[in-house]
């Protein structure tokens, strides 16, 4: 008993010691624990192990290879019964953190009980408008609990009486040729409701699936009464899920333009609450204006390299001589390695990052598919560089342009953005510090960082030529158009055909890798965020950099270490780390990071 007194004082100590310690910005101390936790990192674990238990539970189960259950965690529409336990379990957690001492704890607790509560508060009000959508939707499902009914039996292995079930899908059938013929006689449905709709009963489809999963050949009665009535309802879900997706009627902003490309612009007033959400306190019209600034200053510098290359101001042509510049097919993968190697060197020689020997051996390359190159034109990376070059099946203009687009000057600003210091190092060191941050990820970090580490090599003369030059300011000019297309687009300002010009016109974009650019953009699940953080979150850290490295605090190494062990978060939440700037409980987005200065 002694032992174990003395074991709880001891405890007692500790946690007093973590929760009265004054740790500076700049310390290094390897044995402190707030490099890898907070006071808030338990509840962030089991919040997130929670959901993904209610998740399992109540979504469709059937079975996948090997006979093992297959939970469908991607189902696109909680049922009733689900989304009532996510409100709950979120509510729960919001009353948990409530009674916490918020102004106990360090630093490192008050950034993870600002960004946990954000994300409790996003995922009810997610869950708010699903139920409010459904609520539309049920006039076009009145047959859907019976099924969610069948379903929730069958998780806990009630015995079915499988005549009842079989006269219950039986009507059910005839249910939806009823409001299938209802249906017929409407013209349309907004399309937001019709995509809902069939998202509904596809998901009803995977539950009765599940269903008939568990009970067929194990349950005599179930596996006499139900294999035709099941087979004849899983048909007409199909065939109603299709029904309720051609109705959908897109707006005029929806449309296509004759790009071929279509969307949803979401709105000024979305975008606004999108950005707060990512803490970023500027509304769209600044931004585009920020995004002109910074063009301004490219073409300034553009304009330079092309008179330096002697094509005066003629800055097309310029680019066109760096175009033509690409290597035979079969050669880009060790040009990759070539330009990587550079990067290194450089990086090495300015002493402005260590780099894990680990991260710097493990990257690996793929060669991206001709499909997937219709919407990613250029290379892209993570754990490994996906390489995006002609491939045996491409039309010969098609071969000319991506050729021309992944030349060696354009390349050369990229390849660390993709590898290292850039993505793959962020891969590397997100799954090695501060691991319960995951859901906090943010493409404002993600890119930005990638995109800082351009704006800094660039900085430092990693482009000597101008050549060198205007590879590397083809792709920043980019990132500035992307906040303006993006935004525009989503304004209800320009159709996607006027974003395709603007990338081709202004940018000097292949027509081709333009399409497919803005094809990226609207179609490819990004968020409608997800292009402007490119250049606006490598613009947040490039101010933190000027506060922290330019003014003397901090060494260009101790920042970018200090950055990348606190994981994946917005970036102001970044800067109230480093600069000793805890956050108030009821926190509000309000730093204004970008000067033109």
């Known amino acids: 008993m002694k032992h174990f007194n003395f074991f709880k004082f001891s405890c007692c100590c500790l946690l007093f010691f973590l929760s009265k310690i004054e740790i500076s910005f700049a310390q290094t101390d390897k044995f402190n624990l707030y490099s890898q936790t907070s006071e808030v990192a338990g509840f962030i674990i089991q919040y997130d192990q929670d959901l993904i238990a209610i998740r399992n539970f109540y979504s469709p189960v059937t079975l996948g290879r090997g006979g093992y259950a297959n939970y469908s965690r991607n189902q696109p529409l909680n049922s009733p019964e689900q989304r009532k336990r996510l409100v709950e379990i979120d509510n729960s957690y919001l009353d948990q953190l409530a009674k916490l001492d918020f102004d106990a704890m360090s630093i490192y607790g ?3 009980y600002v960004l946990l509560k954000r994300n409790i508060d996003d995922h009810l009000r997610d869950l708010a408008i699903e139920e409010k959508q459904y609520g539309q939707l049920t006039k076009y499902i009145p047959f859907a609990d ?7 039996g069958r998780r ?3 015995t079915v009486n499988g005549q009842e079930v079989a006269g219950m899908l039986n009507s059910v059938n005839k249910e939806i040729k009823a409001v299938s013929e209802n249906l017929k006689k409407i013209e349309s449905l907004d399309m937001p409701l019709a995509t809902f709709a069939e998202q509904a009963v596809k998901g009803l489809q995977a539950r009765l699936k599940g269903v008939n999963e568990f009970y067929q050949g194990y349950d005599p009665l179930y596996s006499w009464w139900v294999p035709e009535p099941y087979e004849t309802l899983d048909s007409a879900l199909m065939a109603y899920a299709k029904l309720l997706k051609s109705k959908g009627k897109l707006t005029t902003s929806q449309k296509d333009d004759g790009s071929g490309i279509t969307g949803v612009p979401i709105g000024r007033e979305e975008l606004i609450r999108q950005l707060q959400a990512e803490m970023i306190n500027y ?6 204006e920020i995004a002109n600034k910074e063009f301004a200053w490219c073409d300034k510098e553009l304009l330079k390299a092309s008179q330096e290359m002697g094509f005066k101001d003629d800055w097309k042509s310029a680019q066109e001589k760096v175009k033509n510049s690409y290597v035979p097919a079969g050669s880009q993968p060790e040009l990759i390695l070539k330009l990587y190697n550079d990067a290194q060197r450089f990086i090495k020689e300015y002493d402005l990052m260590d780099i894990p020997p680990i991260a710097d051996e493990t990257w690996a390359m793929v060669m991206m598919t001709p499909e997937r190159q219709l919407v990613n034109p250029f290379f892209t990376g993570g754990t490994e560089i996906s390489i995006s070059y002609p491939t045996s099946t491409m039309s010969h203009e098609d071969k000319l342009m991506s050729m021309r687009g992944n030349n060696p000057y354009f390349s050369r600003g990229t390849v660390q953005h993709e590898l290292v210091p850039g993505h793959h190092l962020q891969y590397y060191m997100s799954s090695h510090y501060k691991t319960y941050r995951e859901n906090f990820r943010t493409a404002f970090y993600t890119e930005g960082w990638a995109l800082y580490w351009e704006l800094l090599l660039y900085d430092k003369g990693f482009a000597k030529t101008p050549e060198e030059r205007i590879g590397m300011l083809f792709w920043r000019m980019h990132r500035c158009a992307r906040i303006i297309f993006s935004l525009n687009y989503h304004l209800g300002k320009w159709t996607p055909q006027q974003c395709i010009n603007f990338l081709v016109d202004r940018v000097g974009h292949e027509k081709a890798n333009a399409e497919g650019e803005v094809r990226r953009s609207f179609e490819g699940g990004y968020s409608p965020l997800y292009q402007v953080a490119y250049l ?3 613009l947040q850290i490039w101010s933190l950099k000027n506060e922290l490295v330019d003014n003397g605090k901090m060494t260009y190494k101790k920042f970018h270490d200090l950055m990348m062990k606190e994981n994946n978060i917005p970036v102001e939440m970044l800067r109230a780390t480093l600069t000793n700037q805890p956050p108030t409980r009821d926190f ?10």
Not at 146 to 152: A, I, P, S, T
Not at 588 to 597: E, H, I, R, V
């Open 110 to 112: 008050k950034v993870d």
């Open 588 to 597: 509000k987005t309000k730093w204004k990071f970008y000067s033109s200065k």
């Open 156 to 158: 806990r292995g009630v």
């Open 146 to 152: 019976k099924l969610y009914q069948l379903e929730k």
């Open 536 to 538: 606006l979150g490598g």
């Open 283 to 288: 509304n769209p019209e600044e931004l585009i």
